[in-house]
């Protein structure tokens, strides 16, 4: 199955029963136009940043504003881009057909390209189901054909585990995220809701918010130093500075961990920091647990991404 029109392309993603559509430009900024999570959680650095707004305020940049320049950077794509994309989805297609994920997959994936600049010439994740990706990334890809089909269909496919992942209940996201022993803060089988980490302010003003894993909800527990940890971002400096052309906040990103207690008890949890380390500070046995076959370490909704495209390319 197949139209076109304005190279908007649209085809199968799993045997027949869930479909992809790409290019379609008005769906895709109605998704960034959503005041959704990610919006909602946006730290003072991040609407800085991402606007790269050097010497305004967070304050004075509304969440209108942001999202709106976010909206503004969903282009068309072009037919060749979109018969490119096409390609890779249509083989991405073909590897998932192999897997139970019927019932995983919404019906439709929007697949729609940006300019890059709304997050730092990175791929991600919107909605129940929308996957932007920057031009760059398809024409920075090395190749022909086949081969470099398969490298985005790759990038589609990390990108798929987000979608998969937010359409799912946070029971079965917990059970997946334990494969790597990650375990929720608390989790309500009543509500299927999970405890979320509320952020120090002091850290909050430097977070460096991930599109596609929004919360902190889990962590993990290192038996060799009885502590609990998990990873965040953040901003190395407090103020965005254009020091030369190109600087996004890709800049200013620090991977650090937290280590936390729970102050409550089991029934009411009260997590709270109780310091930070670097990753060159992080015993072997975090990495170890992890399963040391990825650097994208920056959150276990990541770390599992980057599985998933191991399983399935």
Same mark, same amino acid.
């Given at each position: 199955?197949?139209?076109?029109?304005?190279?908007?392309?649209?085809?199968?993603?799993?045997?027949?029963?869930?479909?992809?559509v790409i290019g379609d430009v008005e769906r895709g900024k109605k998704i960034l136009l959503t005041r959704d999570e990610y919006i909602e959680n946006s730290s003072p650095f991040d609407k800085v940043s991402k606007l790269r707004?050097?010497?305004?305020?967070?304050?004075?940049?509304?969440?209108?504003?942001?999202?709106?320049?976010?909206?503004?950077?969903?282009?068309?794509?072009?037919?060749?881009?979109?018969?490119?994309?096409?390609?890779?989805?249509?083989?991405?297609?073909?590897?998932?057909?192999?897997?139970?994920?019927?019932?995983?997959?919404?019906?439709?994936?929007?697949?729609?390209?940006?300019?890059?600049?709304?997050?730092?010439?990175?791929?991600?994740?919107?909605?129940?189901?929308?996957?932007?990706? *920057? =031009?760059?990334?398809?024409? /920075? #890809?090395?190749?022909?054909?086949? !081969?470099?089909?398969?490298?985005?269909? $790759?990038? +589609?496919c990390h990108e798929l585990w987000h979608v998969v992942s937010r359409n799912i209940s946070n029971h079965k996201r917990n059970q997946i995220y334990s494969l790597i022993y990650f375990r929720p803060f608390q989790y309500n089988?009543?509500?299927?809701?999970?405890?979320?980490?509320?952020?120090?302010?002091?850290?909050?003003?430097?977070?460096?918010?991930?599109?596609?894993?929004?919360?902190?909800?889990?962590?993990?527990?290192?038996?060799?130093?009885?502590?609990?940890?998990? *990873? =965040?971002?953040?901003?190395? /400096? #407090?103020?965005?500075?254009?020091? !030369?052309?190109?600087?996004?906040?890709? $800049?200013? +990103?620090?991977?650090?961990?937290?280590?936390?207690?729970?102050?409550?008890?089991?029934?009411?949890?009260?997590?709270?920091?109780?310091?930070?380390?670097?990753?060159?500070?992080?015993?072997?046995?975090?990495?170890?647990?992890?399963?040391?076959?990825?650097?994208?370490?920056?959150?276990?909704?990541?770390?599992?991404?980057?599985?998933?495209?191991?399983?399935?390319?």
């Amino acid at each position: 199955m197949m139209e076109e029109d304005s190279a908007v392309v649209e085809g199968w993603l799993f045997k027949e029963k869930k479909k992809y559509v790409i290019g379609d430009v008005e769906r895709g900024k109605k998704i960034l136009l959503t005041r959704d999570e990610y919006i909602e959680n946006s730290s003072p650095f991040d609407k800085v940043s991402k606007l790269r707004a050097e010497g305004r305020s967070a304050d004075s940049i509304t969440l209108e504003e942001f999202m709106e320049f976010q909206s503004n950077q969903v282009v068309a794509t072009t037919t060749e881009q979109s018969q490119f994309l096409k390609t890779a989805a249509d083989l991405l297609h073909d590897l998932l057909n192999d897997y139970n994920l019927l019932d995983l997959l919404p019906n439709e994936v929007l697949i729609n390209l940006t300019t890059g600049k709304e997050e730092g010439d990175a791929a991600y994740c919107r909605g129940k189901n929308g996957i932007f990706i *920057p =031009i760059c990334m398809i024409q /920075s #890809e090395k190749g022909t054909g086949f !081969k470099k089909a398969k490298k985005v269909a $790759s990038l +589609l496919c990390h990108e798929l585990w987000h979608v998969v992942s937010r359409n799912i209940s946070n029971h079965k996201r917990n059970q997946i995220y334990s494969l790597i022993y990650f375990r929720p803060f608390q989790y309500n089988p009543t509500t299927d809701q999970n405890l979320r980490f509320e952020f120090p302010p002091r850290i909050f003003s430097l977070k460096i918010s991930n599109p596609d894993a929004v919360h902190l909800e889990h962590y993990m527990f290192l038996e060799e130093y009885s502590v609990n940890v998990l *990873p =965040i971002i953040i901003s190395s /400096s #407090e103020t965005f500075k254009i020091t !030369k052309p190109g600087v996004t906040f890709m $800049s200013y +990103l620090t991977l650090l961990f937290l280590s936390v207690k729970n102050e409550g008890d089991e029934q009411n949890c009260k997590w709270v920091a109780d310091g930070m380390l670097t990753p060159d500070e992080m015993p072997k046995e975090y990495y170890d647990k992890l399963g040391n076959n990825t650097h994208y370490i920056i959150h276990p909704e990541e770390t599992i991404a980057d599985n998933f495209v191991h399983v399935v390319m």
